[in-house]
Nanobody, 118 residues
Framework: QVQLVESGGGLVQAGGSLRLSCAAS????????MAWFRQAPGKEREFVAA????????YYADSVKGRFTISRDNAKNTVYLQMNSLKPEDTAVYYC???????????WGQGTQFTVSS
């Protein structure tokens, strides 16, 4: 069974940095995409970043380009989201997901919350 476990949430000041982790298990991920989504209070869930596990091509939402970096550690089966220059509007629950395409995700983590204080 596929499992995705996020960690790294918390409280950070505006302008600060934080790294989220997503430990993945239960399938051979090499042909799949790994992604981060987020959902802020009162808003719909939105795409943040994605990477193909084998190819390394990365995709970002315009709102995070230049500030966030998605990466993966094949040996640890872990995907990271390095977030710099954080803004209060980055406050959300962040979810890790995996799927066969950049727009189709079939497994999701439970989410990790972090708050950016102004």
């Amino acid at each position: 069974q596929v499992q995705l476990v996020e960690s790294g949430g918390g409280l950070v000041q505006a302008g600060g940095s934080l790294r989220l982790s997503c430990a993945a298990s239960g399938r051979t991920f090499s042909s799949y995409y790994m992604a981060w989504f987020r959902q802020a209070p009162g808003k719909e869930r939105e795409f943040v970043a994605a990477v193909k596990w084998s190819g390394g091509i990365r995709y970002y939402a315009d709102s995070v380009k230049g500030r966030f970096t998605i990466s993966r550690d094949n040996a640890k089966n872990t995907v990271y989201l390095q977030m710099n220059s954080l803004k209060p509007e980055d406050t959300a629950v962040y979810y890790c997901a995996t799927g066969p395409t950049t727009t189709t995700y079939d497994y999701w983590g439970q989410g990790t919350q972090f708050t950016v204080s102004s």
